[in-house]
């Protein structure tokens, strides 16, 4: 089941923060990820994507039968220059023993209809050049790359209506 993040359970928010961190370190290595953001930033940057005063944003959990949360992704309508006003898949994790199993695939689902439903017309999300997990995953939902610069790529797709 994918459901948005309880914002009022401390838990969850520290869960996803900590699962941010996993994902820094698997991305970009011990060294580099589990230096770049103390964990009170991450669990701020979590409670950030939910306050309607800084962001429109969520959080989307998968929870299996038990209540396990098996992953997250986090998702905000973002601005630039270039591309104006998109939906941003800020990130995605899916818990190591439950990887290939579509969780990530029903993430992406669950993120467009979300994004559709705020009126976005394009869809993105960046990550390293090297992270063909992600790559491909995006690729087969339809994302291809417009933009690659110091080893980051960035993945978008045009939103039906
Ligand atoms: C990248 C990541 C989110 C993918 O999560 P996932 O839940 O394993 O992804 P899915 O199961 O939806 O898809 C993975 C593969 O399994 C396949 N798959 C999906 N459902 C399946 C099923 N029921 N049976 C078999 N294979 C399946 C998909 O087709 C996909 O194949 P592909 O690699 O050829 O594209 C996960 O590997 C992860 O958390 N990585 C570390 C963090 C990270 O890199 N985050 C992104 C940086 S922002």
């Given at each position: 089941m994918i459901r948005p993040i309880n914002p009022d359970s401390p838990s969850e928010v520290e869960l996803v923060a900590t699962?941010?961190?996993?994902?820094?370190i698997e991305v970009l290595g011990e060294e580099v990820g589990g230096s770049m953001y103390t964990m009170q930033w991450l669990v701020e940057r979590v409670r950030w994507?939910?306050?309607?005063?800084?962001?429109?944003?969520?959080?989307?959990?998968?929870?299996?039968?038990?209540g396990a949360i098996l992953g997250h992704t986090i998702l905000r309508v973002q601005s630039d220059d270039e591309v104006g006003e998109h939906g941003l898949f800020s990130t995605f994790y899916v818990d190591p023993a439950h990887r290939g199993k579509g969780v990530a695939t029903a993430f992406v689902r669950a993120g467009e209809a979300w994004m559709r439903d705020q009126g976005m017309k394009q869809?993105?999300?960046?990550?390293?050049?090297?992270?063909?997990?992600l790559r491909n995953l995006m690729e087969s939902q339809g994302y291809g790359p417009i933009l690659e610069k110091?080893?980051?790529?960035?993945?978008?797709?045009q939103l039906a209506s």
């Open positions: 699962r941010m961190r996993l994902t820094l994507h939910l306050d309607p005063a800084h962001c429109i944003g969520t959080v989307l959990l998968a929870e299996d039968e038990t869809a993105m999300t960046y990550t390293a050049t090297n992270n063909s997990r110091n080893d980051m790529v960035v993945l978008a797709k």
